[in-house]
């Protein structure tokens, strides 16, 4: 089931959309996903819908709509509606506490809510695209359901074999204590970097959206301070 809610996201529809908790118990208990749509420029020449994923995993993406107009060329958005969903447990779609949501939170789950999200928009066929790990939820529902598909992009794919850090991953093992200890030192201040001459940092600043960019080119004084603030303090 999909409810219109009445966020303020303004030119953009939200909404929130129940799904089985369980796929395996899908008459069981459900679980709230949170989509949000900016619907076609030209409704009277609509073709249907496509999904969008930011990636992540853990990204939300309900608001990238908002910005579909920086990877969405005009004469698509004209004839399409474009849809971001915020992941169960992730955004507008997370639960206080949790709960039982932690024990069905996957790929594979966020693949079959994206095709309730399918049906719900009436769509006979999906259209996807999907970022980063986006590409691994896309690949995914292809695999799942291949002839729901209609046209698929994947942009910078995640390797779904990718094992070769193994133990040497700074995470590996019992990961919940190393993380812990890693987030209480950086609350004391924040961590040296001996260097930025590597591809990641760069790449970062360079893949932010031009609007995100004057807040970037503020922030490097704050880094070295250790007075960083979020970027939404700034709104």
Excluded: W
Excluded at 106 to 117: C, E, M, N, R
Excluded at 186 to 202: E, F, T, W
């Amino acid at each position: 089931m999909v409810r219109r809610t009445e966020e303020d996201l303004t030119g953009f529809d939200c909404a929130a959309a129940d799904v089985p908790l369980d796929y395996d118990r899908p008459s069981g208990a459900t679980t709230t996903i949170a989509p949000g749509r900016r619907p076609a420029d030209d409704p009277a020449r609509r073709i249907g819908t496509i999904f969008v994923n930011p990636g992540g995993p853990g990204g939300a993406g309900r608001g990238l709509v908002t910005a579909a107009d920086q990877f969405v060329p005009p004469e698509v958005r004209a004839r399409f509606d474009i849809v971001g969903f915020d992941p169960r447990g992730i955004g507008a779609g997370c639960v206080r506490d949790a709960g039982p949501v932690l024990e069905h939170m996957s790929t594979l789950t966020v693949a079959k809510d994206l095709d309730q999200l399918r049906k719900a928009v009436g769509d006979r066929e999906i259209n996807y695209i999907g970022f980063s790990y986006g590409t691994m939820v896309g690949a995914t529902y292809a695999n799942l359901f291949p002839e729901n598909v209609r046209a698929l992009v994947i942009d910078g794919n995640v390797d779904p074999e990718c094992d070769k850090a193994g133990a040497r991953c700074a995470f590996s093992g019992n990961a919940r204590p190393k993380f812990d200890a890693l987030r209480d030192r950086l609350r004391q201040g924040p961590a040296d970097v001996s260097d930025l001459g590597g591809g990641s940092a760069p790449s970062t600043l360079i893949g932010c959206l031009p609007g995100d960019r004057p807040v970037v080119r503020a922030r490097p004084p704050d880094v070295r301070r250790g007075g960083l603030r979020q970027p939404a303090e700034d709104q």
